[in-house]
């Protein structure tokens, strides 16, 4: 046993193993990460492409590129991509990267697990688009049932693809369920001695926190896709009324997963702003705690408002008050968040560097989005909102200008730590600008389409939507090809050449125990426990 | 920073080829199920996949232990390893959930608007008139579409033995455990292969009952939506049971050749907790789906 031991020691001075098996059987939570962000960066285009051919098609009324069909399929993979393989993979790279280093660990508790929970996701997502490229090629239908898949359209209704559909979904919750539990025992088991949960970064903090809304309800998706299994092959009728079940059954299911998901989707990137803005206001946060608490909070509500996804379905009365009311009553943490935000920034000396840019733009278009969710909690209001633009343009602000915006802020800030060079800032600034605007010319004339009227997940549509519509699009556009510069930005920082080395501090107002570590950070982070004092 | 595999402060494994063999086997697996249920007959792939998932077990269950006989593990390993098994029993208590939440949906809500309740009186009148809002579901709305069970399922009988079984296998594996702080291997080897024999007898009991539902009550999966909660959650179960057996049965042969010892056996640590998570389970089963 100590031969083994010996052994270890050789080859773990920052030697790195090489070749393809460092990546296939990495146990490095840095490695993993990177893997991650690039399935995630690359998943990013692929939905990027989806979303594009779903505004190409809605520049102008009338039926121009797709068939409604395959229009049905790109809304579907549009969704599911972007969900399961863009933000959640991301911030579980962010998380891969970042946990250990954070709290003084020299990688995450159960690293080959880590691994597992990785490759299980091109396994899953190539099941998925190997569905859609069989649609392109003719031979049937990818799943046209929206990224929801409400029964009776994804049970009786639903194409062959379904089954592949069902089995991908089994995977990403596997792998999702696996990360999870591994960002608990890390952060429970690896916190270096004095790092109590108290003086944990927010962004440890979200996820954590994140992490348990996971193993919560990852497997209740499980179950919801096994259920529609069987109602498809072997003759159960849990979506059927005619065997005594019931298609709303399956809404309430998925709703029970899909709320907190919501919140999967947007915590860890509260986290990141929170590391992100007392940096750059050189202060440290305001109200450290209430933020702790008001994520907590968040995650407690978010198990208690699924309904509000189902107003028209035809509940109870009283059902639909008491979602309505939880729902409002999240707006309460949410808005201490905000508050803590701006106060931290209140006489701060700021500066406005990339990721600080993306940070702000959070702020205010998060706060947006998240006033247009107050809007569709009101049950009245939501019957007209319902399946309405409205509601794409508020989970689009969420989303995008948010979760996805988090991301961006997260990879500027942190990629001088992990490649040692600092990202070329002209260009951070150009892909900001370019971006913030264009989210906006996308998604803002979304809320005017859906108050009119304008129906989701159609491919045609009225002439007196045409205006918006082409508006919409033209932003479209320019938002996807601006990620082009980002592309570009990362490859040239990673490559080094005419960069400045970054410092391991890399920023003036950086605290925390990930800029104590050189850049780029040392293959294994923590060797020997830092002290927290 | 020296080395990182620095055994009094830090563990961490080499690099290991078992998370892409899990995933070939996986997609193996769901690739053969799929193409078996779209043809009607059992697809090569399936088996294969089957195969390499057993395979996946030994060899990376079997690299774990190696590392641990080999004494490479502090005690933030075993508590890393704690922690994981005890979420990941939280995790199937939501799976669980899911199909529990169905059912109470399904007794409560679904069943009772399809006989008119609330203001569904004329979903009752128009759409299924003949239907009647009770609980075990004998008439299903379309009987046409759907066998109904000629009866429901009793409590009695051998559900209530089941019950019986499983809790005394709780207690054994707690004897057991017991034994095995003791340093009395000889009777932990006994009270271990006691609760297997259990666990197989649970199993063929419930073999047994579902022969008893598909010859004589005429309860099948096909039967609606008391067929359909009745099966997938007493199934499911059953199928964690021949899981919990089958980690049973390693852990008896591990014990036979003395792997465990008082201050080390997480492994049978956590088997015993996922048997007692098998049995809280069944007593929901036996409450919400047998007795009430």
Redesign the interface.
Known sequence: ?SA??EE??GE???HK?TGI??W????NHKDIGTMYLWFSFTMLFVGGALALVIRAELFEPGLQFVEPELFNQMTTLHGLIMVFGVIMPAFVGLANWMVPMMIG???M?????N??S???L??AF??LIASLVMSLMGMGSAPNFGWTFYAPLSTTYGP?ST??FI?SV??MG?SS?MG???I???I???RAPGMTYMKMPIFVWTWFITAYLL??????L???V??ML?DR??????F???????P??FQ??FW?FGHPEVYIMILPSFGIISQVVPTFSRKKIFGYSSMVYATSSIAFLSFIVWAHHMFTT?M?VATELFFMYATMLIAVPTGVKVFNWVSTMWRGSLSFETPMLFAIAFIFLFTIGGFTGLMLSIVPADFQYQDTYFVVAHFHYVLVSGALFGIFAAVYFWLPKWTGNMYDEKLGKLHFWLSTISVNILFFPMHFLGLAGMPRRIPDYNLQFAEFNALASVGAFIFGFTQLILLYNIVKTIRGRNTVKATGKVWEGSEGLEWTLPSPA?F?SF???PVVK | MSSTTNRDVYFIPEPSKWPVVGTIALLTTVIGAVNSIHSGSISLMLPIGILLIAYLFFGWFGTVINESMADNYNPQVDKSFRIGMLWFIFSEVMFFAAFFGALFYARTIAVQWLGGAGNNAMTHELLWPTFDAIWPVLTNPDNTKFVAPKEAMEATGLPAINTAILLSSSVTITIAHHALRARHNNKLVLWLAATVVLGVCFLILQAEEYIHAYNELGLTLNSGIYGSTFFMLTGFHGFHVTMGTTMLIIMLIRSMKNHFTPEKHFAFEAVAWYWHFVDVVWLGLFIFVYWL
Do not use: C, E, K
């Not at chain 1, 508790?109 to 697990?113: D, G, S």
């Open positions: 046993m083994v031991i270890h020691h773990h001075h920052d193993p098996g460092r296939l059987f990495s146990t660990a020299p990688d508790a159960l690293p080959r697990m691994n597992w990785f490759w299980l091109p396994g190539g099941l062959a089954d592949f089995f089994h995977m596997i369920i999870a539990i591994n608990i025992a890390t429970i088991n690896m193993i919560a309800v990852m497997p209740v499980a179950g919801v096994t259920m069987f092959h072997f003759g159960t009728s849990f059927n009324a005619a065997g005594g079940g019931d709303v059954l309430h299911v029970f035809g109870p040392p294994h060797s020997t426990p």
